[in-house]
């Protein structure tokens, strides 16, 4: 997997999960708790079997992390050297065994070559999954805290050796495999499943994810969104209204992004390849979306 859509991925799991269940399956409160007493009581913000986030009452402190499952433990391994080889000549490395072969967390350092004493990042991998994670506190993070970060990451690990539980990571049946490989045809495949309501794939630097989001006002919010998006907007009365495809926005990533709504749930499939989307992508990810809708 590219860096880049490393990178895009993390952002879209932290968007995407915003309104998850407010439980974690892999980590329990306590034990976050029982790590980083001095800033309890966390809780958890967004919760599912790949992804999971906690937060104090200080958002500023805040801990987690998200799963990316692979085609295989080679590219699982290889995404790990990858990542540890792009971030190394501006980050603080430690290497982490309890997070696999090529685990490590990373400090990134300012343009004068200092890192915030505060924050830390964590990523590794065992068979087809990777795990990227986080941790922020108010003050300097020990050896002790880092270490007890990764032994919670690592525990939710599990999954590599579950079948069911790697499924359940790896499978959205709201996406069609033939549409995806017509949108990524090259490079490896990783995918992110941190919820019922949400997926990801990533492959080749190119991303698609996929949200559900319900509310009683949602045609209401859905309408505003794109009238305010800054993208061109194209209508999709196909797909019901308000249902449109945004393109060739001002601002954010270079994208193409269906939004459409069914009943009281906004559909959102949004294709970012690093580019501005062709006119064929854009028709693929209408297609996505209809085939969600109906799934």
């Given amino acids: 997997m590219k860096l880049i859509a490393l990178a895009a991925c993390g952002l879209l799991v932290a968007h995407a999960t915003a309104g998850a269940a407010m439980k974690c399956p892999t980590i329990e409160t306590a034990m976050v708790d029982k790590g980083f007493g001095e800033f309890a009581p966390w809780h958890v913000m967004s919760g599912g079997q790949g992804e999971c986030s906690f937060m104090t ?83 300097t993070i020990t050896p002790a805290q880092r270490d007890f970060a990764a032994n919670l990451i690592a525990s939710t690990l599990g999954a590599a050796t579950n079948a069911k539980a790697l499924a359940k990571e790896s499978e959205c049946r709201y996406f069609d495999a033939g549409l995806v490989k017509r949108l990524l045809p090259e490079g490896a495949v990783s995918t992110i499943v941190p919820d019922a309501n949400n997926c990801i794939v990533s492959a080749g630097g190119g991303v698609i994810t996929f949200s559900i989001v319900s509310n009683p006002r949602i045609r209401e919010s859905a309408t505003i969104r794109m009238k305010t998006s800054g993208c061109t907007v194209d209508a999709l009365p196909k797909l019901g209204s308000p249902a449109g495809i945004l393109h060739h926005c001002s601002g954010g990533n270079a994208r193409a992004q269906v939004l459409l709504v069914a009943g009281s749930r906004l559909f959102d499939v949004t294709f970012v390849p690093g580019r501005e989307p062709s006119d064929d992508e854009r028709s693929v990810l209408v297609q996505m979306a209809e085939f969600a809708a109906r799934h």
Wanted: aromatic share 10%.
């Fill in 57 to 139: 009452a200080n958002t500023q402190v805040n801990f987690g992390f998200s799963h990316m499952v692979a085609e295989d433990a080679d590219k699982a391994k290889a995404a790990a050297v990858e990542m540890k080889e792009a971030v190394a000549a501006k980050s603080v490395l430690e290497p982490l065994p309890v997070l696999g072969d090529e685990g490590f967390s990373y400090q990134p350092k300012d343009d004068n070559g200092k890192v915030d004493p505060t924050s830390m990042f964590f990523f590794g991998h065992r068979g087809p999954l990777s795990v990227s994670g986080y941790l922020n506190l108010k003050g």
